[in-house]
């Protein structure tokens, strides 16, 4: 069990960035982050599950995308996404740089709880 709960740190040290690095206290927040995700999710391999929050998206988002970023990338005045299928295009193309390699089922549950949670686009 204690490897389990270690392996998602050790990945977060681990693994590079897939987008736009942001500066200050994003680090210690993320690890804090996954480590709790850890101890509330699903076993691993069953991330489509939701959250204890209800989003299944939460969970996969939690344990991969905060490595790189906080959630102040998609709250900040300037983000880059400006539709559905640009916030699509990026949830992909940072499982790809990241090696991730998520099902679609969980590439799909990300973009959902990130539209949902910030950007509120209409689905295309």
Known sequence: MKTMTMLPLALIFALTACG???TGTAAPDAAQSVAQT???AAP???TTKAAADGHPG???HDANCISCHDSGVYTRA???MKD???LSGQVRRCD???GNRLSD???TNVIDYLNSTYYKFPKQ
């Open 20 to 22: 736009e690095k942001q």
């Open 38 to 40: 850890a101890g509330a």
């Open 44 to 46: 691993a391999g069953d």
């Open 58 to 60: 939460k969970v996969v």
């Open 78 to 80: 300037d983000h880059k």
């Open 84 to 86: 559905f299928t640009m």
């Open 96 to 98: 790809a740089n990241l």
């Open 105 to 107: 089922d969980e590439i």
